[in-house]
């Protein structure tokens, strides 16, 4: 039998559905003209083909163990690479000593830190909607290809902030909401749009849920996303309603469909061109002749209370539900600890989460301050989301600075399955075992190994990791061990949550030194030594095994 080959680049783009959800475009957003335009450029700005989402994660076992503070906890390197990888984008040896020198308490309060809001994107972002009806078909086209240009510089601004980030979790955070409140270019449409919605992410992430809540509820992506806009009391649409409720605040069986339907009813008049809404945020209601033609000021009963509601009071009785606090704890849990929920320890976040009235930053504090969170089963339990495996490298590697290609990270998400701006529904990314499958696996360790070899099919960029810095970096005289050993032991440290057994260790050390003597390898050898290509293949068998897509 003649065994047959295929190259990269058919490897990318044989046999795969794509998991773009062009389903959810709306046929009519801006107008009809607009939206064909706008499905049609989609169509052709992404690629054909893309990896598939796993849908299920099997149930990892949890060991019975005190879920309260007791204050158990060893503060050690295994701790605090536990903490720093749970809550920021690739730490690197320096924030991991910086962590150990500030012990646990203040490692978390650093991390929690408020910090300033980085510049915007670009001045597009305070761009006002254009006349679509007063331009032609080619004036619109062109605006519409602006409007993918100006997202792809937002997807690398974001890419950036994460790369550059300092010892917080204010990244993290932003992911995390997104991820929560999910919403997707495809349909808002307007980058505007996603820009003031991730900057809300940004802006409360650590802040009050119920401001929050507010924010994203009647800022324009959400409420292009679930049909918010131009619910009218005549036909109130139910979207917004029932994903409030689902994924949003009370979780399934914690509501009923009159409820659904009495929340739409509260949610009508509201509207927004794309970049402006009628809602006033200081008055909590809406205004202008949408609102007094478009609302149902009609009496509503909803979750057993009667009354002429607004939007703001569906969203006050809902907070005042137990079950609120547990929802938004839970989908907490499963993005910093594990897919599979503790539910005792669940209960003590979600009354801490009410004792302090929705704030989230006390919440984490005591998530992050516990004795479940750095229990060690939870180590190297969570298999990394895409973006924080690529980027994470990248900032370990040192190669924030470097010249990536203008497609770089849009392709690199596409094909890794976590595209920032498109998640595949309202759900979000399920996450956890659907990172992995048969096509995503080999995209990671090629998606990888081009940081170190500088070709992808992402874009060639050149080869300019720097390995020598980086081992010098991590060498220490002082310290026990020969140079090779301490080179291997702390890349182990800063790329796998896992312990390093003997055996890795001695695989690693065979591939450095390629039949050299350990006491040979040395770390002030010039950059053009071959010593340098061994470190290079070392980095590579690291980014293929599956240590390295731990968290």
């Known amino acids: 039998m003649v065994k047959s080959t295929i190259s990269r680049r058919q490897f990318f783009t044989v046999g795969r559905q794509s998991n773009l959800n062009l389903e959810g475009f709306h046929p009519e957003w801006p ?15 992404w690629p054909k083909a893309t990896a598939p989402f796993s849908d299920s994660a099997p149930e990892f076992p ?47 309060q650093t991390l929690l830190e408020d910090l300033d809001p980085p510049e915007p994107p670009g001045n597009w972002v305070y761009e006002n909607v254009p006349d679509w009806n007063s331009l032609t078909t080619q004036e619109a086209d062109d605006i519409i290809a602006s409007y993918y240009n100006q997202m792809n510089s937002f997807r690398i601004w974001w890419c950036e902030r994460m790369m550059f980030n300092p010892m917080n979790i204010t990244e993290m955070m932003t992911l995390f909401w997104h991820n929560y409140f999910a919403s997707a270019y495809s349909k808002v449409f307007y980058p505007q749009a996603m820009y003031q919605q991730n900057h809300i992410f940004r802006t409360y ?48 069986d914690n509501y009923s469909q009159e409820d659904v339907v009495a929340a739409s009813r509260a949610f009508t008049g509201y509207v927004t061109d794309g970049m402006q809404t009628n809602y006033d945020f200081n008055a909590m209601e809406g205004w202008g002749y949408w609102w007094t033609d478009w609302h149902d000021f009609d009496e509503k009963t909803f979750l057993g209370q009667t009354g002429s509601w607004t939007g703001d009071d569906i969203i006050n009785i809902i907070l005042d539900q137990d079950e609120c606090a547990v929802q938004i704890c839970r989908r907490i849990y499963k993005w910093f600890v594990y897919d599979h929920v503790h539910e005792p320890f669940l209960d003590e976040m979600a009354d801490i989460l009410r004792s302090n009235n929705y704030e989230i930053k006390p919440l984490m504090e005591f998530l992050l301050t516990s004795d479940h969170f750095f229990d060690p089963v939870f180590r190297a339990a969570n298999i990394q989301n895409p973006n924080t495996l690529v980027l994470g490298s990248i900032r370990r590697l040192g190669m924030e600075n470097q010249n990536y290609p203008n497609q770089f990270f849009r392709l690199m998400q596409y094909y890794l399955g976590m595209i920032m701006f498109e998640p595949p529904d309202v759900s979000g990314w399920l996450g956890y075992r659907s990172w ?28 300019y990791i720097d390995v020598r810095a980086i081992a010098q970096s991590l060498y220490d005289p002082d310290a026990a061990g020969l140079a090779c050993e301490q080179v291997v032991q702390k890349l182990a440290l800063l790329f796998f949550s896992t312990p390093l057994t003997e055996s890795l260790e001695e695989r690693m050390l065979s591939i450095l030194l390629d039949g050299a003597e350990p006491y040979d390898w040395n770390i002030n050898l010039p950059a053009w030594n071959a010593q340098w290509n061994r470190m290079k293949d070392l980095l590579q068998y690291m980014m293929r095994i599956p240590e390295f897509q731990l968290s």
């Open 62 to 108: 949890v060991h019975p163990i005190n879920y309260t503070r007791t204050r158990d906890i060893t503060w050690d390197m295994d701790t605090a690479i536990h903490l720093l990888n749970r809550t920021m984008t690739g730490a690197t040896y320096e924030d991991i000593h910086t962590s150990l020198t500030l012990d646990m308490e203040n490692s978390v």
């Open 436 to 463: 992995i499958n048969s096509n995503t696996l080999p995209m990671r360790k090629v998606a990888l190994c081009s940081l170190i070899t500088g070709e992808s099919p992402f874009g060639n960029y050149g080869s």
């Open 205 to 252: 992430c650590l802040g009050n849920f119920k401001d929050l809540l507010r924010r994203i509820t009647f800022g324009p992506a959400m409420m292009i996303w679930l049909d918010i806009n131009g619910s009218r009391k005549q036909a109130p649409n139910e979207n917004f309603a029932r994903e409030l409720m689902e994924l949003f605040t009370l979780g399934v």
């Open 31 to 45: 107008n009809r003209r607009i939206a064909r335009l706008h499905k049609k450029q989609f169509q052709d700005y």
